[in-house]
T-cell receptor
Framework: EAQVTQNPRYLITVTGKKLTVTCSQN?????MSWYRQDPGLGLRQIYY???????DKGDVPEGYKVSRKEKRNFPLILESPSPNQTSLYFC????????????FGSGTRLTVV | AQSVTQPDIHITVSEGASLELRCNYS??????LFWYVQSPGQGLQLLLK??????LVQGIKGFEAEFKRSQSSFNLRKPSVHWSDAAEYFC???????????FGKGTMLLVSP
């Protein structure tokens, strides 16, 4: 089944403790992206990657890191999480080209206390 | 930079009534437009997309949308709403370089008996 898999689904952590949210897709998509969703703000792009070893900042990259060493994986790293990073995070992937939509993962609800 | 406006934060529709959710976009070139639906606790599911051709596009679950370039709009419609349509709906525009999918802030649809 074609899908984007995120782990974990839920995570509670403490301020400053490094964490990684994994994202993997099985559709051989070139493009991958991370979004955060907050009430009243909709979805905002954190980082994206057009292909292996090619990443760039989205609208809200502060406090996050990403890497794209393999085509299928695009982990999101929070080196020193803070409470304002409490949010619902989505990973998405897409083929690159006209008319392609994104396939989204099921989301990771992160709480930083 | 592109942007998307969904003027209605909440809409309540009676079951069986028709539905129209509004979406206005701002983008300099030909836009690639999408509607997504998010049920509570779920990820985002693609309803339909427009990138060229016929301005009236059909999607899943009986939804359709009409692209009107002169009004910079891409409104979502359904002739008869079912209780299971209650969810949050997001309009989005993708840039021609495929690097960014910009979302509106969403419209929450409530369906009354």
């Amino acid at each position: 089944e074609a899908q984007v898999t995120q782990n974990p689904r839920y995570l509670i952590t403490v301020t400053g403790k490094k964490l990684t949210v994994t994202c993997s897709q099985n559709m051989n998509h070139e493009y991958m992206s991370w979004y955060r969703q907050d009430p009243g703000l909709g979805l905002r792009q954190i980082y994206y990657s057009m292909n292996v070893e090619v990443t760039d900042k989205g609208d809200v990259p502060e406090g996050y890191k990403v890497s794209r060493k393999e085509k299928r994986n695009f982990p999101l790293i929070l080196e020193s999480p803070s409470p304002n990073q409490t949010s619902l995070y989505f990973c998405a992937s897409s083929a690159v080209g006209q008319g392609y939509g994104y396939t989204f993962g099921s989301g990771t609800r992160l709480t930083v206390v | 930079a592109q942007s998307v406006t969904q003027p209605d934060i909440h809409i309540t529709v009676s079951e069986g009534a028709s539905l129209e959710l509004r979406c206005n976009y701002s983008y300099g070139a030909t836009p690639y437009l999408f509607w997504y639906v998010q049920s509570p606790g779920q990820g985002l599911q693609l309803l339909l997309k427009y990138f060229s051709g016929d301005t009236l596009v059909q999607g899943i679950k009986g939804f359709e949308a009409e692209f009107k370039r002169s009004q910079s709009s891409f409104n979502l419609r359904k002739p008869s709403v079912h209780w299971s349509d209650a969810a949050e709906y997001f309009c989005a525009v993708r840039n021609s370089g495929y690097s960014t999918l910009t979302f509106g802030k969403g419209t929450m649809l409530l369906v009354s008996p």
